[in-house]
């Protein structure tokens, strides 16, 4: 998403609108591969008729899910770097970008 020129003052111009590096998602990929085979091995591996414990595995996996994965992407996918002819603007957040 490009940096919006309504927010650039007066002369100003855009010289580079990055963001951060892809390699940020290295550490969320692995998690997401490592906490879906452990969940899926722990799920496979309980005996029948614990479904009790089979909620608990799969609420676990989901909680790291969101917390390994869907933050650390979210946060890399909403931050912005841009620099200017006149400064450098570093803008980040979902609902109020800061």
């Known amino acids: 998403m490009a940096y919006p020129e309504k927010l650039l003052t007066e002369g100003e111009t855009v010289v580079y609108d990055m963001r951060p590096h892809w390699r940020v998602l290295a550490r969320p990929a692995v998690v997401f591969i490592a906490v879906v085979f452990a969940g899926v091995f722990a799920l496979t591996a309980l005996p029948a008729g614990w479904d009790g414990a089979r909620l608990l595995v799969f609420g676990a996996g989901a909680v790291l899910l969101v917390v390994g994965v869907v933050v650390p992407v979210t946060r890399w996918a909403t931050s ?5 002819s006149r400064r450098v ?3 980040s957040g979902i609902v109020a970008r800061q």
């Open 89 to 91: 603007i570093v803008r």
């Open 80 to 84: 912005q770097y841009v620099i200017t």
